[in-house]
């Protein structure tokens, strides 16, 4: 082994998170894009993925934490990032200072970002969420109505650069609750001001012309997830693959068994490769014995527990001419989709790819 030697990487494919941008503008046109870079990119690193999608164009972004704001803005100083968290008494100072836009949640959040505008003697911008359904951020009915009857006194100060809501359903398009979801938020924005509205996400955006409005956010489809899994087929590009190295090949006999707590009993004897990946990196310990990787576009399974650093895949079918220790298998990537590996494991695609550890490097790539 030598200094360049990597257990396991992330390549992540800039031009493909780029292209399903693309897409995402051609299905929402004329309705403008944000970019969803939250946690890190999604996992995907947000300090690359940003930029990248600032040279298509993209000018508005929409983060989690203040933190994740300040840290993108010297990146791309002339874009709008909104703030989902909204604003708290000791965050509105760095709101300010590094030009981020707070999405508000509520009354006291209104209240602190007018008082912060009087405070800096000059007007702010703010977003407005409202709560259609999802019991979670944004104003509900009570303190929308409150608004309502006095937002000239309560937005004093303050200029309202977007309405927004979110969809709790949005990945399943039969699902009646999107319809009165769109229902709500129709009515919430005819009680406020007129403002740019926003509702749909990746998969609110494979909804209809009704979802759309003015601004749409995609996140899990820009890094390749399925926006509607079960919906056909993905129409996303594979932005990232996983892959690990082969550690140690071994031939194992009938009645052998393999990892820990000996779940898996070999039925034959087969050829065994440890692999140095495991949930330490963020591979999920319930694909022990049902998860599938690839080697050179040939799928092979996951035997034996995941342990924290090695699991182990049976490669028996591989020609022992055509495999080596050192060679990469494949667990994301064009062979094994993203979506694929999340419903094996019992989980979503946003799971997977924010759980994948620092411990893997990441790669970055311009090509789709």
């Not at 164009?57 to 010297?74: H, K, Q, S």
Request: glycine share 10%.
């Amino acid at each position: 082994m030598n200094g360049d030697f990597e257990a396991a990487r992330l390549t992540v494919r800039l031009g493909a998170i780029a292209a399903n941008y693309r897409h995402f503008q051609r299905l929402a046109a004329p309705a403008a894009v944000a970019g969803v870079v939250k946690a890190d990119g999604y996992g995907m690193g947000a300090a690359m993925v940003a930029p990248r999608l600032a040279a298509e164009g993209c000018d508005t972004f929409f983060v989690a934490r203040a933190e994740e704001g300040i840290a993108l803005r010297p990146l791309i100083p002339k874009a709008r990032i909104f703030v989902m968290d909204g604003v708290l008494p000791d965050a509105a100072p760095p709101l300010i200072a590094h030009r981020l836009t707070p999405v508000l949640n509520s009354l006291a959040q209104i209240a602190i970002w007018a008082a912060a505008a009087r405070g800096a003697g000059r007007g702010l911008d703010a977003a407005i969420h409202v709560d259609t359904g999802m019991n979670r951020l944004g104003l509900g009915e009570a303190e929308l109505s409150e608004l309502a009857a006095s937002w000239r006194k309560q937005l004093a100060g303050l200029e309202l650069v977007l309405i927004m809501s979110h969809l709790a359903a949005a990945d399943e398009p039969k699902v009646k609750r999107n319809h009165e979801q769109l229902g709500r938020f129709r009515t919430a924005l005819a009680m406020l001001p007129p403002a740019p509205a926003s509702l749909a996400s990746s998969g609110g955006i494979l909804l209809g012309r009704d979802y759309l409005f003015d601004l749409v956010r995609p996140g899990i489809g820009l890094y390749g997830g399925h926006p509607q899994p079960g919906a056909g087929d993905n129409p996303m590009q594979t932005a990232c693959v996983l892959t690990a190295r082969i550690l140690q090949l071994r031939r194992i006999d009938k009645g052998d068994c393999v990892g820990y707590a000996a779940t898996f009993r070999a039925k034959r004897p087969m050829m065994l490769a440890t692999v140095a990946l495991g949930y330490a990196d963020g591979v999920r310990r319930a694909l022990s014995n049902k998860g599938m990787a690839a080697f050179a576009g040939s799928r092979v399974p996951i035997v034996g527990r995941v342990s924290m650093d090695l699991l182990m895949v049976d490669v028996s079918a591989i020609p022992s001419s055509q495999i080596k220790v050192g060679d990469a298998v494949e667990f994301i990537g064009d062979t094994v989709s993203l979506d694929e590996m999340a419903e094996t494991a019992g989980t979503n695609t946003y799971e997977i790819l924010t759980g994948l550890s620092k411990r893997v490097p990441r790669h970055y790539g311009d090509g789709a």
